[in-house]
Every structure is written in structure tokens, then in C-alpha cells.
């Protein structure tokens, strides 16, 4: 009887040995991976850098040389600048680069700036059965014009000669003030009127 119970004991120390052995082989496996996982790097889900981007030149495509007019400095007329505008199929999207270009201001020291550089071209339209072309300026070209009847004579036609020498279409130059008829830019110059161009005033 007491070899039996003997026997009985021995054999569960083995059970339980081989299931102690069992354990510490899955515990040592378990903890290999899980060393492997975390001292591995972990997988990048978005790029090192961002995105580079490529600078776009702004002359860029197809491009035409034309004749911007701004007033001589000493008041005696206009003068041109040629300016390299950007081609469009839209006329009038021509027409708006145009007088950027005039806001902008000219490069030449003898020139004067015919408008107040804030002023923005809102829009612009061409009516081809008349020749008029339609031409709207944000309020700041009244606003901060210098003033003066000559000075304002001389703005008005640099609007008008430009347009008139660059675009064949345009006859006739009706200035707008954010989208309505105004009487003058300064008080002198009534511009509830198409203007003709007055190319007397041109200085080649």
C-alpha cells in the first residue's frame, strides 16, 4: 500500500515538473518576441519630410510684350514701359494683368506711378458691340489719390491710352469705382463718361 502511494506521489512530481518546464519554455519564448517587438524600429506610416515643392515662376507660359503708360515725372505727358504680361484665351483676364502692371508702378525714374499702389482691379468687361471696355477699381483709387486736376488727367489717360494701344477691340475706357459710375477720382475729372484715347499725351 505504501509503495502504491509511494508510486502515485512520484509520478504527479513529474507531472508537475514537465508542466513547471513547459511554462518557463513558453515564458522564455514570449519574452524573446516581445524583446524583438519593442527594440525593433517601429514602421513609419507618414514620409521623413514633408512635401518639396517647386517653386512656380510667374513667367511661366506664354507670355506677350506690351506698352504700359505711365506720366513723364515733370508732367509733360506719358511715356511707355514694356511689360511682359501673361497670355490668356480671356481678353479681359488680359486686360486685368495689364492694369496690374500700371498699379504696380514703372521701373524708370523719370516715370511717376499713374495710380495709388493699395488700388486693386475688381474686374473688367468689354462690350464688343460698342468698344467699351468696362473697368472696375477698388475704392483706394480715390480714396489715396494724390489729388491735382493734372495729375488726375494724367491718371485717367494712362488707364485709357494703355488699354487702348495693347487691346485693338477697346475704343473707349469707362472707369468704375467698386461697381458703380463715379463723378471723378479727385474732384476734377468728371469720369461718368467713356474717354477716347488722347494719344497728343504720349511721349515715345
Excluded at 138 to 150: C, H, K, M
Excluded at 162 to 174: C, G, S, W
Amino acid at each position: 500500500m505504501k509503495d502504491r502511494v509511494k508510486h502515485e506521489r512520484d509520478g504527479a512530481s513529474w507531472y508537475w515538473i514537465v508542466v513547471a518546464a513547459i511554462l518557463a519554455s513558453a515564458l522564455s519564448v514570449g519574452t524573446f518576441y516581445l524583446f524583438q517587438a519593442t527594440s525593433r524600429p517601429a514602421k513609419r506610416i507618414m514620409p521623413a519630410t514633408g512635401p518639396v515643392f517647386k517653386e512656380v515662376s510667374a513667367a511661366q507660359g506664354p507670355q506677350m510684350t506690351l506698352k504700359i503708360y505711365f506720366p513723364l515725372q515733370d508732367g509733360s505727358g506719358l511715356s511707355p514701359e514694356t511689360r511682359q504680361v501673361a497670355q490668356s484665351t480671356d481678353e479681359t483676364q488680359e486686360v486685368k494683368e495689364v492694369l496690374s502692371e500700371l498699379i504696380r508702378g514703372p521701373l524708370s525714374a523719370n516715370l511717376a506711378p499713374a495710380l495709388p499702389a493699395a488700388t486693386q482691379v475688381k474686374s473688367a468687361f468689354i462690350d464688343p458691340s460698342t468698344g467699351i471696355a468696362y473697368v472696375d477699381f477698388s475704392r483706394d483709387v480715390q480714396t489715396q489719390f494724390p489729388g491735382g486736376a493734372w495729375t488726375e488727367t494724367l491718371a485717367i489717360y494712362s488707364v485709357v491710352n494703355t488699354l487702348a494701344e495693347d487691346f485693338p477691340d477697346i475704343k473707349r475706357v469707362q472707369i468704375l469705382i467698386d461697381g458703380n459710375v463715379e463723378s471723378s477720382l479727385a474732384g476734377h475729372i468728371d469720369i461718368t463718361r467713356p474717354f477716347a484715347p488722347r494719344t497728343a499725351l504720349n511721349r515715345e
